[in-house]
């Protein structure tokens, strides 16, 4: 569950933020203390930060300082005065990734971390890599030590069931079935005459063959 550290000195403001976000699916902390929202986001115990800039022991941009100087890349939302250009300002300077000024309406603030947390999803893996070779799964391109090499489909649907299996034993039968389907015949020899291939292609050493039980990459 997505959990948002709510840094906030003011009761009244800190609940009505945490029952919002609770009932929007979030789970919520409640932090009144500045130095204790910087070391509970230092502890990487949250996905986003609700930042107050008037704190006990530490102000919100000495905490948004501290936590961009120790190379916390946590999305932060200041919360900050409206009278107050500065704060915003300061703020953005800081590393906050956004502001919302008070007073504000939950709606107004719920859009705001939808957004923030949707920046900060992390893109889906095209590509798997091991031992300085690199398959592109969606691209469909390999690469050696970064130089492309060019791998026939079937060559590149058994090198992807290695790079997905590094260190683990896979028998021919299993890469009979994953990479041709079931229409080859069990005592065909067309696995041993595709990793020979990818031997040439990829380097030599990648795949081991272990004896009486099949192919391994290291
Ligand atoms: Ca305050």
Excluded: C
Aim: glycine share 10%.
């Amino acid at each position: 569950m997505t959990k948002i550290l709510i840094v906030e000195d003011e009761p009244r403001i800190a609940s009505f933020v945490s029952r919002g976000l609770e009932a929007a699916g979030y789970e919520t902390v409640r932090i009144e203390d500045g130095a204790e929202g910087l070391a509970a986001a230092l502890r990487g115990d949250g996905d986003l930060v609700l930042l107050d800039v008037g704190l006990p022991s530490m102000d919100g941009f000495e905490v948004l300082r501290e936590l961009r100087a120790r190379g916390s890349a946590i999305p932060v939302i200041m919360l900050t005065a409206r009278s107050s250009t500065r704060d915003t300002v300061e703020g953005l300077e800081a590393g906050a990734n956004d502001y919302v000024s008070k007073p504000f309406t939950f709606e107004e603030l719920l859009a705001r971390v939808r957004s923030r947390l949707r920046e900060n999803m992390p893109q889906p893996s095209v590509s798997i890599s091991h031992g300085g070779v690199v398959l592109d799964v969606l691209a469909r391109r390999a690469t050696v030590d970064d130089r492309e090499v060019d791998l026939s489909a079937r060559e590149f649907a058994l090198a992807e069931q290695f790079l997905r299996n590094p260190g683990r034993v896979l028998s021919r039968e299993l890469l009979l079935s994953r990479v041709w389907g079931l229409d080859f015949d069990p005592g065909s020899n067309v696995v041993d005459v595709y990793v020979r291939y990818l031997r040439g292609k990829l380097g030599a050493d990648h795949i081991v063959t272990v004896r009486g039980a099949g192919y391994r990459w290291e």
